[in-house]
């Protein structure tokens, strides 16, 4: 997703904010997981997500994020 409009900033901070579980496309891999914070590191904005189940840790950077959707 080379560029993000308001509204898909506005869906993924409602999803930070609410809890609600986010399903991101990345490279052609879909990843279902709990975004925690939207963050800056090293200059590139990144999610930092739990996987609902097992609870790890995943960084997924925006600019390497092919689309999402919040699943309800």
């Known amino acids: 997703m080379a560029q993000w409009t308001h509204k898909q900033y506005d869906l993924l901070e409602s999803a930070i904010t609410g809890g609600t579980r986010i399903s991101a ?21 990144a999610v930092e997500a739990t996987h609902p189940t097992t609870g790890d840790e995943i960084t997924i950077y925006l600019d390497e994020m092919d689309s999402f959707e919040v699943v309800k």
Not at 25 to 45: D, F, N, Q, S, W
């Open 25 to 45: 496309y990345r490279r052609g891999t879909e990843y279902v997981v709990v975004p925690m914070r939207l963050r800056m590191i090293k200059g590139r904005e």
